[in-house]
Structures are given as structure tokens and as C-alpha cells.
């Protein structure tokens, strides 16, 4: 019988996971054991998704926005990391019932490893504060970063992830309360969007903060993938930043998460990637034109 293995969240049109996880199985020979399919479902269903899990109907599980803090009602963490990150992303069964782990924090890290950046004394703005954000965070903070900074749209968010981040390390960390023009970004080293502002959709012509050719020295990542290129990547790319799109990020999570589930190091991650930038080509979404 072939196993379920479901992407949880809403909306999930544009997701390109079972594109990426489903080429990673055929490539491994595993599509007839295996599939990765979306399954939208409302709030008040996240606990019959465990208890298939549970009863064995369903394999494993990623999670995704806006359930990553939601579905640790229902699981447990798989690990004290974790339970302080508090952002679950992927579901997987032990003998003592489904516990929850997140792989966006190791998916950044390799996305900065194969980038060539090195966040190691640097001072760091984080756009955004949710789950994305505490993972990314998180990363920064075991990468040796000097300052981080955060701006949110929501202040109690901001400060909730500034508390996570003091229970991990006593690295400083300021909020930034000024509105996106007042940052002082000559200060800074880096700049990591963690919202979805710039996402294709209605969202698509929107960027969280604007760069200029004064900005030459940052390095701007955005965890958005879909279009590769944001309007914050295409305002960096302009004013002479390096940059770092977010499919890394997404092929090297989905890598990650199928580790887990499949217990093997050999996930073809180049299969992946190569089928994840063909759809975003094919679907004219590269440039966001
Ligand atoms: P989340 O937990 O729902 O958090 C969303 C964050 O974005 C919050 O800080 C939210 O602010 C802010 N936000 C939402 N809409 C906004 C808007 N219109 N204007 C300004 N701020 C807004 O989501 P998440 O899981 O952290 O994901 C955030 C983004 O990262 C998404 O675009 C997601 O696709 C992307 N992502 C990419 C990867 C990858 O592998 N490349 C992995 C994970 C996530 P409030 O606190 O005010 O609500």
C-alpha cells in the first residue's frame, strides 16, 4: 500500500512541495511506496490529521502556514530545540505517538553554506516574527551573529521572539519600532525577509523595506521563492547586493524533512532543485515578471 505522506495548511495552491518531494521519490524509485500530497484543511481538523497519523492512515506530515505554531496543541515537540523555537513544520511517527520538528532552520542554514555567507559577526535585520523568523533566528544566533534586529507589523511578536531569542543566547537583540523608511540600514550587515510581502499573488508588488545604491555592503535574503526574484531582491540585485533567493532555503528543508521521513542521507536534492526552478521558469514567475 502506498504511504501518505500530506503538506497541511492553507492556502496551498501555490505550493511547490509535492512538486519537489514527489520528484525526490520517483528519483529515489520510492513513488510507488510513497506520495507527498497538499491536504487544505480548516483549524478544528489539525487534530484528526494526528490521529490518522496516529492510526497509520497518514505517513508523515509537513506543516505550513498558519498552523507551524498551532499543530504543537496536538504533538509533541520532538526536542527542547523545538519546544523553544516553537515552529513545527515537519510530523513524523515514533513509538510514543507524532511528535513535530522544523527544518526550515536547517534548510537556511545550507541555503547560507552553499550562498557563501557567513553570518558570523554580523549585524542583522529580521523582517517579520513568525515562524519562519524564529527559526531563521535561531540559526543566526548558533551562526555566531553579533546584533540582530527586529521589525514586525506586530509588536507582542516581535517581543516573543526576542524572549525566545534570550532564552537560546545573550546575543543583543533590539526591536525596531520606526516605520521601513526610518531604518538606519548603513548599520547593518544583513537583511532577511521572513514575511510574505513580495509572494506572488496579491502580495507580489509589494517589498517590506526599500534598498538603495547606499546599500551596496548588505547581503539580502528573502525567504519568498515564488517569484525567485522579489522586488526586494530585484531592488538589492540593482543597488549591488549579494543576494540569496528562497528555493535554497525550500529544496534543503523538503531535504531535510524527507531524511526524517525515509531515514536516508541520499535525498537527490540537485532532482529537486532543478524541478522546482524548471516550474517557476515555466510559470513565468523567475524575474516576477
Ligand atoms: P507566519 O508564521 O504566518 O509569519 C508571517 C510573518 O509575516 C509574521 O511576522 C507576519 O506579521 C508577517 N506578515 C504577514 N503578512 C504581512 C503583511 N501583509 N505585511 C507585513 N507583514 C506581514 O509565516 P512563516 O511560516 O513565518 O512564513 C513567512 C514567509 O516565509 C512566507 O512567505 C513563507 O512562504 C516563507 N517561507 C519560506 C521558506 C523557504 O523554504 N523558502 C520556509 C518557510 C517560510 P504579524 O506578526 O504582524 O502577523
Request: charged fraction near 20%; aromatic fraction near 4%.
Amino acid at each position: 500500500m502506498t504511504r501518505r505522506i500530506v503538506l497541511v495548511g492553507y492556502p496551498l495552491e501555490h505550493s511547490m512541495s509535492p512538486l519537489i518531494h514527489n520528484t525526490a521519490l520517483r528519483a529515489m524509485g520510492l513513488h510507488r511506496e510513497y506520495i507527498y500530497e497538499p491536504l487544505t484543511l480548516r483549524r478544528e481538523e489539525l487534530a484528526g490529521l494526528v490521529r490518522d497519523m496516529s492510526e497509520g492512515r497518514i505517513y508523515g506530515a509537513n506543516v505550513t502556514m498558519p498552523y507551524k505554531t498551532e499543530i504543537l496543541r496536538h504533538v509533541h515537540p520532538a526536542d527542547e530545540h523545538t519546544a523553544l523555537v516553537r515552529s513545527v513544520n515537519t510530523l513524523y511517527c515514533t513509538a510514543t505517538g507524532v511528535v513535530g520538528t522544523s527544518t526550515d532552520g536547517a534548510g537556511f542554514r545550507t541555503a547560507l553554506i552553499e550562498n557563501d555567507v557567513n553570518p558570523q559577526g554580523m549585524n542583522v535585520l529580521i523582517l517579520g516574527a513568525g515562524g519562519a523568523a524564529r527559526a531563521v533566528v535561531a540559526v543566526l544566533l548558533s551562526m555566531g551573529v553579533e546584533q540582530i534586529v527586529i521589525h514586525n507589523r506586530t509588536m507582542q511578536h516581535a517581543l516573543e521572539l526576542r524572549e525566545m531569542a534570550h532564552s537560546i543566547s545573550d546575543i543583543p537583540v533590539e526591536i525596531s519600532t520606526t516605520h521601513e523608511a526610518g531604518l538606519h540600514l548603513s548599520s547593518l550587515d544583513m537583511i532577511v525577509n521572513c514575511t510574505p510581502q513580495g509572494m506572488t499573488g496579491n502580495m507580489k508588488n509589494m517589498t517590506p523595506i526599500h534598498i538603495s545604491r547606499d546599500d551596496a555592503h548588505l547581503v539580502v535574503v528573502d525567504l519568498v521563492y515564488n517569484p525567485i526574484r522579489t522586488v526586494l531582491l530585484r531592488e538589492a540585485i540593482i543597488a549591488g547586493c549579494k543576494v540569496v533567493d528562497g528555493t535554497g532555503m525550500l529544496v534543503h528543508q523538503a531535504a531535510e524533512s524527507l531524511r526524517i521521513w525515509l531515514q536516508r542521507e541520499d535525498i537527490p536534492v540537485e532532482s529537486m532543485r532543478a524541478a522546482l526552478l524548471r516550474e517557476l521558469d515555466a510559470s513565468g514567475v523567475c524575474t516576477g515578471s
